[in-house]
């Protein structure tokens, strides 16, 4: 299958820092991914969907000024948490869905696990 | 996207088959099964999706009730490494439409 791949892995920041995660769809193009958190114990729940050359649209409750979605090509997106506190601190996940030709189902990067301390 | 419903857990044996129900009883004639599973501490992993057909790959089984009300994922012969949480999501197969992720079921595979 296609392969997305995100980075870092792993991150530890302080509190009030900002942090930046990479998607990437390295082998299709992507002209939509998706955001999610996963806190633990429980189900993925979608945060925002990113749109390649346009604003992200992002699910109830999730502050898009605090989650700054920039998909600035067709197999790059990034997530950046910015001003972290603890709170945020979960396991985030991308998805792109590769296109007609690959069967539209939806490939996920590695997860980040972000703890802010 | 129709809702789904699965037992959260179940068990089974190594090298015996283990078998994943999911009731989707409000689908629609466009949405199609697809499953996913999660290994602990990674992203969900494609495993199978199908419209109406049962469909077969090299990981898994997909049977769907004629009504298409109901399905079951099929692993043919468990090994220790399938021991993950599997989703059932139905959803329009279009390319800008997310997965909507419900519980699951977490499948423990023992020896």
């Known amino acids: 299958g296609a392969v997305v791949s995100q980075h870092p892995s792993r991150v530890i920041c302080k509190s009030g820092t900002s942090v930046k995660i990479e998607c990437r769809s390295l082998?299709?193009?992507?002209?939509?991914m998706f955001w999610y958190r996963q806190f633990p114990k429980q189900s993925l729940m979608l945060m925002a969907t990113?749109?390649?050359?346009?604003?992200?649209?992002?699910e109830q409750g999730v502050e898009k000024d605090k989650f700054l979605i920039n998909h600035a090509s067709l197999t790059l997106s990034t997530l950046t948490v910015t001003s972290a506190h603890p709170e945020d601190s979960s396991f985030y996940i991308c998805?792109?869905?590769?296109?007609?030709?690959?069967?539209?189902?939806?490939?996920f990067g590695q997860g980040t696990r972000l703890t802010v301390v | 996207d129709a809702k789904t419903t699965q037992p959260p857990s179940m068990d089974c044996a190594e090298g015996r088959a283990a078998n994943l129900p999911c009731n989707h009883s409000?689908?629609?004639?466009?949405?199609?099964v697809y499953w996913y599973r999660q290994i602990h501490s990674q992203g969900p992993q494609y495993i199978i999706h199908?419209?109406?057909n049962n469909e077969t790959n090299e990981m898994a089984s997909l049977i769907i009730t004629e009504d298409r009300k109901s399905s079951t994922l099929i692993l043919p012969h468990a090994t220790l490494r399938d021991t993950a949480v599997y989703y059932c999501?139905?959803?329009?197969?279009?390319?800008?439409?997310?997965?909507?992720f419900g519980g699951g079921t977490r499948l423990m595979v023992k020896p």
């Open positions: 409000t689908i629609s004639g466009n949405e199609y």
């Open positions: 999501i139905v959803r329009v197969n279009n390319a800008g439409n997310m997965l909507t």
């Open positions: 082998d299709f193009q992507a002209t939509t």
């Open positions: 990113s749109n390649e050359g346009s604003k992200a649209t992002y």
């Open positions: 199908g419209l109406k």
């Open positions: 998805s792109a869905i590769s296109g007609a030709s690959m069967g539209t189902e939806a490939f």
